[in-house]
């Protein structure tokens, strides 16, 4: 008798908002040609990466900020802003998870507002949670992991309510996947108004850089002085560097990558409404389900058939959105589910 062997199905990862895609061929090609010298130390504070991103953004040098990540970048931020006890940091919850992680390595006082109903920061009830002691305020745009976003006129009228002193960190790491998003507002143009904002982004998400921990703020010359001494020395490796370098000279074919999940999210968001899942409109590289009932069977149901999604128990599944043979895996498994 032939001996035979179980061949595992793939296993598609849609749990972390990672690209799909591999980096691009020049992207790599700068990472082996960066290989030959992973013996020598890299920059102490990456200020040749510093120099790149203020070209590229056209910011001066002065404005530009970089860390280990977006998420880095936000810590350096708040143990630059966190000086006494009960300094506190406002959040809209549920939110990214590293918030309360990173709040609290700052030694701050954390204050989370529920979302609304329909999965949106609630900017009034966040305005209203403002007190004395309020020194950073961190809003997601698009927001994760719901992927619903803020207007311009909304957030205007967010940030003149805030009193004198309160940094708002605007987290922008999809901002790429929101370009049919009406009236978004931009970090960048917030600053340039002269608005207490950091611009936070990120090479880990449009840029499929996830894996180097590569992010940078944009902010007004005195908020950046005072972060840039929470910097960690050496924390930029030079593949890491090399990578950006590249990816900022390729931004034609990442555009076309970026316009692919956009266009698989929003299949995936129209078969699941179809299959009579409640989907919220996402301008991210995934989708939220607002599920609470059926979130543990939906997760289930993908791990069955091979697929990573991220359970909220009792609130929600959040799908990245992968290849289009991944997603039709979840989509399968959805609609069995909600055909039993």
Request: glycine share 6%; net charge negative; hydrophobic share 45%.
């Amino acid at each position: 008798m032939p001996h035979t062997t179980d061949i595992p199905a793939p296993l598609h990862r849609l749990a972390l908002n990672e690209t799909p895609y591999p980096p691009l061929p020049e992207v790599r090609k700068a990472l082996a040609d960066s290989l030959a010298e992973v013996n020598r130390y890299p920059q102490f504070y990456a200020d040749d990466l510093m120099d790149v991103v203020s070209a590229w953004r056209g910011v001066p040098v002065e404005s530009v900020v970089v860390g280990s990540g977006s998420v880095g970048v936000a810590l350096q931020t708040l143990q630059a802003y966190i000086r006494e006890p009960g300094d506190q940091v406002l959040y809209a919850w549920r939110a990214f998870d590293a918030y309360p992680i990173i709040a609290d390595m700052a030694g701050a006082e954390r204050v989370e507002v529920p979302l609304t109903a329909d999965g949106e920061q609630d900017l009034a009830r966040m305005a209203a949670a403002v007190t004395d002691r309020t020194r950073v305020v961190i809003l997601c745009n698009p927001h994760n992991p719901t992927g619903t976003t803020i207007g311009r006129a909304a957030l205007d009228t967010f940030l003149a309510s805030l009193p004198d002193g309160v940094l708002v960190i605007l987290d922008e790491a999809y901002t790429e996947f929101a370009r049919d998003a009406e009236d978004l507002p931009h970090g960048l143009d917030l600053m340039r108004a002269g608005h207490p904002v950091m611009s936070l982004r990120t090479f880990s998400k449009a840029y499929g850089l996830a894996g180097l921990r590569i992010g940078y703020g944009i902010a007004a010359p005195e908020v950046v002085k005072r972060v840039r001494p929470t910097s960690v020395p050496y924390s930029i490796s030079e593949p890491a560097r090399a990578a950006v370098v590249a990816s900022i000279g390729a931004e034609a074919d990442l555009d076309r990558r970026i316009t692919t999940i956009s266009a698989e999210r929003a299949r995936v968001q129209s078969v699941l409404r179809a299959q009579g899942w409640r989907v919220l409109e996402s301008r991210a590289n995934f989708v939220w389900l607002d599920e609470p009932l059926r979130a543990g069977a939906f997760h289930a149901a993908c791990a069955d058939r091979g697929a990573q999604v991220r359970l909220y128990p009792d609130e929600g599944i959040r799908l990245t959105i992968g290849t289009a043979e991944a997603n039709d895996v979840v989509l399968a498994a959805a609609r069995d589910l909600a055909a039993g």
